[in-house]
């Protein structure tokens, strides 16, 4: 992960510091979209060990461990992203803060503009919704995601007698658009975000590409 997401400790930080900040002692009510395997959860319930805390993601070998890794106080959600019914799996109607940690580049420029106003509505007067992701400067990126290390974890997890079988089946679910990418500048996903009920968003941290956009609904 510290290879190609340098800075994903320090995103991490920023956004569960930016909870804090929002919550005001309070235990907050988060949800992690694209989580995979959950470490972003791990990360909040360190933090706020009583946050009422969801995970939402597709690939059933992400949810296996996330299942088997969290503990059982989270809800662990399978949905798709790409249909816009998804979020009437949640189990609750509204977060403090609505996270999305390098999980929404598999999506295509109109989903993921109608997903933004999906999320904003999620989120509680005061909250917010941050995507963090790689958005360089400039033109849009489209990229491939295998650099020889992510395909050899995938062949080990195949060979697995427990997860082989979510390999078959997240195969089925995703044929090959788990790999298309595509990474517009901070500036589209701001004009995105905005076209939503929030007072307030700006890229809130960056490190080289990649970044935080953060948009706040009203108090
Ligand atoms: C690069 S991983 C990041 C996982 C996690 N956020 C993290 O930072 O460790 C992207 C995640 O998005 C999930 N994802 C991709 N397309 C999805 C979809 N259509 N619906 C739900 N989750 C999806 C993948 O299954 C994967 O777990």
């Known amino acids: 992960m510290a290879r190609y997401q340098p800075g994903r400790e320090q995103a991490i930080e920023r956004m569960i510091d930016l909870i804090a900040a929002r919550c005001d002692g309070r235990a907050p009510r988060v949800l992690d979209v694209g989580g995979g395997t959950g470490t972003l959860c791990s990360r909040l319930l360190a933090r706020f060990p009583e946050s009422e805390v969801t995970l939402v993601d597709l690939d059933p070998v992400m949810l296996?461990?996330?299942r088997a890794s969290l503990?059982?106080?989270?809800?662990?959600?399978?949905?798709?992203?790409?249909?816009?019914?998804?979020?009437?799996?949640?189990?609750?109607?509204?977060?403090?803060?609505?996270?999305?940690?390098?999980?929404?580049?598999?999506?295509?420029?109109?989903?993921?503009?109608?997903?933004?106003?999906?999320?904003?509505?999620?989120?509680?007067?005061?909250?917010?919704?941050a995507n963090v992701d790689d958005m360089p400067?400039?033109?849009?990126?489209?990229?491939?995601?295998?650099d020889g290390s992510w395909g050899a974890w995938w062949a080990q997890v195949a060979a697995d007698p427990v997860l082989g079988p979510a390999v078959v089946e997240r195969a089925r679910l995703f044929g090959d658009s788990s790999s298309a990418e595509w990474h517009p500048p901070a500036e589209w996903h701001l004009r995105a975000v905005k076209a939503g009920p929030v007072d307030e968003a700006a890229v809130a941290w960056r490190n080289g590409d990649q970044a935080a956009v953060v948009a706040f609904r009203p108090r």
Do not use: K, Q
């Not at 998804?86 to 109608?114: E, K, N």
């Not at 849009?140 to 295998?146: I, K, P």
């Open 64 to 66: 296996a461990i996330a």
């Open 71 to 129: 503990p059982s106080s989270v809800e662990v959600v399978r949905a798709d992203l790409r249909d816009p019914g998804w979020a009437a799996l949640l189990p609750y109607g509204g977060y403090d803060a609505v996270l999305a940690i390098m999980a929404l580049h598999y999506l295509p420029p109109d989903r993921l503009t109608a997903l933004y106003a999906e999320l904003v509505g999620l989120v509680r007067a005061g909250g917010f919704v």
């Open 137 to 146: 400067e400039g033109e849009a990126a489209a990229s491939v995601s295998d």
